[in-house]
């Protein structure tokens, strides 16, 4: 898919077929999140896949606002240390990994932001690092509706030279 149709057309999915995600279709997700730049190159992140049904299930149970982990064949919890652009950095590699994955007909949803220290210990994650998200991957359940979306107009978001000024 041309990238601006899969930025046109990614939509959060939140149930997922029982299919699972091809291991080459896997690294390609995230691999993307691993080529995604970061500020003076920290790469400041480190992406943890989860295809084990009973870890998928836990996390689920875990992740107070995304317990249809549980559900998905597969997730990527990812984690930050703890710098100045790691948060940002490691957001703009989500945004790869799901564009990735929605241009293989994967969809996803990022779950949690932070405040997830209750995952460290089943997916042995050090005391120094946070978990950002999890993110949740699976073919979709029943068909989305590509590209209905409900934004805000255009107009009403960009500005041409100055706030305010209409984009030409």
């Keep these: 898919m041309e990238v601006y149709e899969v930025v046109r057309t990614v939509l959060a999915v939140r149930s997922y077929q029982e299919k699972a995600v091809p291991p080459e279709v896997i690294r390609r997700i995230v691999e993307a999140g691993r080529l995604t730049g ?3 190159n920290s790469q400041p992140w480190h992406f943890i896949v989860v295809e084990d049904r009973d870890a998928l299930r836990r996390l689920g149970a875990l992740a107070r606002t995304g317990p ?37 007909g994967v ?26 998200a999890i993110v949740s991957f699976g073919y979709p359940a029943q068909a989305v509706g590509k590209g209905q979306k409900r ?15 209409p984009l030409e």
């Design 68 to 104: 249809y982990v549980a559900q998905a064949p597969l997730a990527i919890a990812v984690v930050i240390e703890r710098t100045k652009f790691s948060v940002s950095d490691a957001s703009r590699a989500i945004q790869s990994m799901i564009l990735t994955a929605w241009s293989e």
């Design 107 to 132: 969809g996803s949803n990022w779950v949690g932001f932070l405040n997830l220290d209750e995952v460290k210990p089943l997916l042995r994650i050090p005391d120094d690092l946070d978990v950002l």
């Design 38 to 40: 970061s500020a003076m």
């Design 151 to 165: 934004r805000k107009p255009l107009s009403e978001v960009a500005h041409g030279g100055q706030f305010g000024q």
